[in-house]
């Protein structure tokens, strides 16, 4: 199986900054899409950002130009840059990855437990 652990929350002031990574273990045969999800207090979780496993990113429209998304496939990690932070950044951030764990398997997505941030305003 696949373990995800997201670590580099916190508690920022607007305008701060912070990475977020996600470390994962457990058994791979290939790694498809790696995505960053939010969800703030009363809302739904939303896709915040992804990457492909040939390196093609997007955004979501909120945090274009202010977030970077990576990867760095030798150790099935993934990043993301937040800077220029807002007071409606505060969410908990989620990790998921698409992933095959054996040749022929049908890919499924596994989710991290989330790191928190908060924006002070």
């Known amino acids: 199986q696949v373990q995800l652990v997201e670590s580099g929350g916190g508690l920022v002031q607007a305008g701060g900054s912070l990475r977020l990574s996600c470390a994962a273990s457990g058994s791979f045969f290939r790694v498809n899409t790696m995505e960053w999800y939010r969800q703030a207090p009363g809302k739904q979780r939303e896709l915040v950002a992804g990457?492909?496993?040939?390196?093609?990113?997007n955004y979501a429209d909120s945090v274009k130009g202010r977030f970077t998304i990576s990867r760095d496939s030798n150790n099935y990690r993934m990043y993301l840059q937040i800077d220029s932070l807002k007071p409606e950044d505060t969410a908990v951030y989620f990790c998921?990855?698409?992933?095959?764990?054996?040749?022929?398997?049908?890919?499924?997505?596994?989710w991290g437990q989330g790191t928190q941030v908060t924006v002070s305003s």
């Open positions: 990457i492909t496993s040939g390196g093609v990113t």
């Open positions: 998921m990855y698409n992933v095959r764990t054996v040749l022929g398997g049908v890919p499924h997505d596994y």
